[in-house]
């Protein structure tokens, strides 16, 4: 039982300008398993899910989805033009 | 895992296991793979000298001689592992995280099931050479017992290198 839990964290990190260094020590974890949440070799546990939702003061489905995220560019301005 | 509860020993240990000198030596699967192999090469040819200490006629202590750089070389392997696997085995459970910790429990898995087939193997060549022979050889019974000792105690640490996975990508440049 393996289900693929989606994330935009890199996306979020590299925006904030945060080192995956910098989210581990916030959020108690290794800066691997960081790593590789953003290469969704890894699921995190809900606690370490809203943790890191909680550091980036967002909800925790703006992070995480069971469904692939869309491209921001079309979630802003919708479909293609 | 939050840091607040840790020891000074644990945060020494943390700061030792996450030191990134020796990173290219494992790097990839492949790298890692190599240094488990020499691991347990040297490992055997080390149990091979003491075996042979222990069954030779006549005391040969020159044999001591070459086990000295044996056993360095298998002390920095053994240090090259723990950083490949940044102190999986090492470190208290206390100061791993949530991914740490399953980890660790996996590879405590694997190398409970390796053990086993291991074992089973060897049980099957005494019982086929007792067959054989008449008799197990009895005066291998002692080496034997202490392979499997120290077998047992290695092979989580052999597992978790070789399941290793590889370090996330450099991280932004700007950050």
Same mark, same amino acid.
């Given at each position: 039982?393996?289900?693929?839990?989606?994330?935009?964290?890199?996306?979020?990190?590299?925006?904030?300008?945060?080192?995956?260094?910098?989210?581990?020590?916030?959020?108690?974890?290794?800066? %691997?398993?960081?790593?590789?949440?953003?290469?969704?070799?890894?699921?995190?546990?809900?606690?370490?899910?809203?943790?890191?939702?909680?550091?980036?003061?967002?909800?925790?489905?703006?992070?995480?989805?069971?469904?692939?995220? %869309?491209?921001?560019?079309?979630?802003?301005?919708?479909?293609? %033009? | 895992?939050?840091?607040?509860?840790?020891?000074?020993?644990?945060?020494?240990?943390?700061? #030792?296991?996450?030191?990134?000198?020796?990173?290219?030596?494992?790097?990839?699967?492949?790298?890692?793979?190599?240094?488990?192999?020499?691991?347990?090469?040297?490992?055997?040819?080390?149990?091979?000298?003491?075996?042979? #200490?222990?069954?030779?006629?006549?005391?040969?202590?020159?044999?001591?001689?070459?086990?000295?750089?044996?056993?360095?070389?298998?002390?920095?392997?053994?240090?090259?592992?723990?950083?490949?696997?940044?102190?999986?085995?090492?470190?208290?459970?206390?100061?791993?995280?949530?991914?740490?910790?399953?980890?660790?429990?996996?590879?405590?898995? #694997?190398?409970?099931?390796?053990?086993?087939?291991?074992?089973?193997?060897?049980?099957?060549?005494?019982?086929?050479?007792?067959?054989? #022979?008449?008799?197990?050889?009895?005066?291998?019974?002692?080496?034997?017992?202490?392979?499997?000792?120290?077998?047992?105690?290695?092979?989580?640490?052999?597992?978790?290198?070789?399941?290793?996975?590889?370090?996330?990508?450099?991280?932004?440049?700007?950050?």
């Amino acid at each position: 039982m393996s289900e693929q839990v989606h994330n935009r964290l890199a996306m979020v990190r590299a925006e904030r300008k945060v080192s995956r260094q910098e989210l581990a020590e916030a959020v108690g974890a290794h800066y %691997q398993t960081v790593g590789y949440i953003e290469r969704g070799q890894y699921n995190p546990s809900l606690d370490l899910a809203l943790r890191i939702a909680k550091y980036f003061g967002l909800p925790v489905e703006a992070l995480f989805s069971l469904e692939p995220f %869309q491209p921001l560019t079309e979630e802003v301005y919708g479909g293609k %033009q | 895992m939050t840091t607040d509860h840790l020891t000074r020993y644990d945060r020494a240990m943390v700061r #030792l296991m996450n030191r990134g000198e020796g990173r290219t030596l494992y790097a990839s699967a492949r790298r890692r793979r190599v240094v488990v192999a020499a691991h347990v090469a040297l490992t055997a040819a080390l149990g091979g000298l003491m075996t042979y #200490l222990y069954l030779a006629q006549r005391e040969q202590w020159w044999l001591l001689v070459p086990m000295v750089p044996l056993l360095l070389a298998w002390m920095f392997l053994t240090g090259v592992i723990n950083s490949a696997t940044r102190g999986l085995l090492e470190l208290r459970e206390r100061a791993l995280d949530e991914r740490q910790l399953t980890d660790r429990a996996r590879v405590g898995a #694997l190398a409970h099931r390796a053990m086993t087939l291991l074992l089973l193997a060897a049980v099957a060549v005494l019982l086929c050479a007792g067959a054989v #022979l008449g008799a197990a050889p009895t005066a291998y019974a002692a080496p034997l017992l202490i392979a499997v000792l120290v077998t047992h105690w290695l092979m989580p640490l052999w597992v978790a290198g070789t399941t290793a996975r590889d370090e996330p990508e450099d991280d932004l440049p700007h950050v």
